[in-house]
Each structure stands twice: as C-alpha cells, then as structure tokens.
C-alpha cells in the first residue's frame, strides 16, 4: 500500500518557470576627451557653369547639307514609297510589303 507522501508525488508534477536575472546598470561615466576638437576648413570655390546649347536644325537646313547624288535618290525612295502606299490604299494591286 503506497504511502500519502508518495502519492502526493505522483499526482502533482511542479515546473519550474523560468525567470530572467536583472542586472544592475552601471553607472555612466564622464567621457575621457573633454577638449573639443579644431577643424581647419578651406574655401570651396565653385566650378564654373558649363552651358551647352542645343542646336536644332530645321528639315531646310538639313536638306542643304545634301550632296548632289542624295538629292536625286532621296525624291525617287519617296516617289515609290508613296506609289506603293496609294495603291495599297487603292486595293487596285496587290503591293508585295
């Protein structure tokens, strides 16, 4: 027959909690360089502003620096881009793209 000690035992089963340590703060001590400390400042010169223009060239300005052989094939491309657009417009031909 068990005893009332050991049966107390065996029933209840304790845990223990954990609990953090709480540690003391130190106290915070004077800081050890107390003189303060001379920086040596320059002059900063500014760099000068660079200002870049932006030439725009009209289609007239351009169409001058065309040499002789541009001039002549330039109008001819146009020609037959043009002819090919009107008659796919058209539906007329068939225009291979």
């Known amino acids: 027959m068990p005893t009332a000690t050991a049966a ?13 340590k709480v540690t003391a703060t130190a106290p915070k001590s004077a800081p050890l360089n107390t ?5 040596k ?34 109008p001819l491309l146009l020609l037959e881009a043009g002819t090919k657009e009107l008659l796919k417009a058209l539906g007329t031909i068939k225009v291979p793209a």
Do not use: C, H, N, Q
């Open 8 to 20: 107390k035992k065996s029933t209840t089963t304790s845990r223990k909690r954990r609990t953090r």
């Open 35 to 39: 003189s303060t400390a001379k920086i």
């Open 41 to 74: 400042v320059e002059d900063v010169k500014e760099a000068p502003k660079v200002t870049e223009t932006v030439v725009t060239k009209t289609w007239i300005e351009r169409a001058k620096e065309l040499d002789g052989f541009d001039v002549i094939i330039l």
